[in-house]
């Protein structure tokens, strides 16, 4: 074996964003592993600034073309807050059938195009599909009700144009709504059978220590309200988040790190939501979670398939129901008076907590801005991820330790920037 050996793997597909992974190992022990980010950053935050703040869903939608939804809904709910206002009734329903919308069509996304090529041997889906053509028409199915979800709530599938600050500019008829429900049922009956499924595939035998971070909600499974909980102890309001958690600078990324003050890593998405809120999950979706043997307290996150594909069914359970029980509100949106305000606003993206923080004038001017992704606050705990894992498998051939660790990442389904799929790999073994 040569003393030195660097092995680089130009581009890692199905990815959302460009990062790279640097693995260094010395006398054959790993020495180090870096989650690189060297994207530029885009600077939404200081777009922000002095601009009003019924444009904050528009501008910061456009962080993501994957989930527009929870950002859309995060400014909105943090410009409401601020004002002392509060979107409920059938509004508030209306929200979480888009954001269910939105959940359905990205977790179907993620499970059959991103990760599940992972689990049987192939490149990309299109290899897949060619091998499983009746799995991947079901992920496609499924993702197009998610779509057809958030294109009649929001008004068009990506980017949706109906969302504003206070409600919506327009609401559904009931009709427009029940047309979707036989397709939403298919759907759900897809979801069910992707519980299954997921549960089949081949798992490493990888286990560690999280501290898991999700909303919480006393009545239903937190997607846009709650408060911030954890396995270890903690339980807060979203405005007490910079007072928990905390972003720093790390040389080599361009996207900041976020940790839990004298904690450190944790981790946000569906396996948090799922060990969290288990018992807010619909019926449906818990029996699919016992029959698979699926239970809170998953600690491997290479299960993350699985605690999709049950948030996938809880998604279209909780659509129907929304639909069944749904009435035309009065007006599509609540009355608003800007004053000024230090405003917080979080929702839960498909990959995680998705936190905002606003400060108003009194004509309700934007003066600053913090936004938190979801990816940001997974990036440290993927790279303890990525360090236990090489430690563990180190003996393995470079080919193979590759692929595990590119698995590993896109376990956390990563949003590195939303719009270019590349991750460069480079190992050590000097």
């Known amino acids: 074996m040569k003393s030195r050996k660097t092995i680089k793997v130009d581009y890692l597909s199905r990815v959302e964003g460009e990062g790279g992974l640097l693995i260094k190992f010395k006398k054959g022990e790993v020495a180090d592993v870096k989650f690189k980010i060297f994207e530029p950053p885009r600077f939404f935050e200081a777009l922000l600034r002095g601009r009003n703040y019924t444009e904050a869903p528009d501008i910061t939608a456009r962080i993501c073309g994957i989930c527009p939804v929870a950002y859309m809904m995060s400014s909105s709910q943090a410009m409401e807050s601020g004002f002392g206002a509060k979107v409920d009734g059938q509004l508030r329903s209306l929200r979480r059938l888009v954001y269910c919308g939105e959940w359905i069509e990205s977790h179907a996304l993620h499970i059959y195009m991103l990760h599940a090529p992972d689990f049987l041997g192939y490149q990309d889906a299109i290899q897949l599909a060619r091998g499983y053509p009746e799995i991947v028409q079901r992920g496609l199915e499924m993702k197009k009700v998610g779509n057809e979800i958030v294109a009649l709530v929001g008004g068009r599938e990506v980017h949706p144009i109906n969302l504003k600050v206070g409600g919506f500019y327009k609401v559904p008829a009931k009709q427009d709504l029940c047309s979707l429900i036989e397709r939403i049922k298919r759907a ?167 936190w905002h923080r606003y400060d108003l004038d009194d004509n309700g001017t934007i003066a600053a801005a913090s936004i938190v992704p979801p990816t940001s606050q997974n990036q440290k705990v993927i790279e303890k991820d990525l360090l236990q894992l090489v430690r563990k498998n180190g003996h393995l051939a470079d080919d193979k330790l590759t692929w595990m660790c590119e698995q590993a990442v896109r376990n956390y389904d990563p949003c590195i920037s939303c719009s270019c799929h590349f991750l460069k790999l480079k190992i050590d073994r000097g």
Request: net charge negative; proline share 7%; with cysteine.
């Open 188 to 354: 759900r009956d897809a979801a069910y059978e992707t519980v299954r499924w997921t549960s089949t595939l081949s798992f490493p035998d990888f286990e560690q220590d999280y501290e898991f971070v999700a909303l919480s909600h006393p009545q239903e499974y937190a997607i846009i309200e709650g408060n911030l909980v954890s396995n270890k102890g903690l339980n807060i309001p979203i405005s007490k988040f910079e007072d928990h958690i905390q972003e720093e600078h790390v040389a080599h990324t361009t996207s900041l790190h976020a940790a839990i003050k004298e904690r450190g890593a944790y981790a946000v998405g569906p396996l948090a939501r799922f060990n969290l809120n288990y018992d807010k999950l619909s019926p449906v979706a818990q029996e699919a979670a016992r029959e698979v043997g699926m239970a809170p307290g998953c600690q491997n996150p290479f299960k993350s398939i699985i605690a999709r594909s049950i948030e996938a069914l809880h998604a279209c359970e909780e659509s129907i129901n929304i639909i069944n029980e749904y009435e035309v509100p009065e007006k599509p949106a609540i009355d608003l008076k800007p004053r000024a305000a230090v405003s917080y606003g979080c929702t839960e993206a498909p990959r995680g907590i998705c």
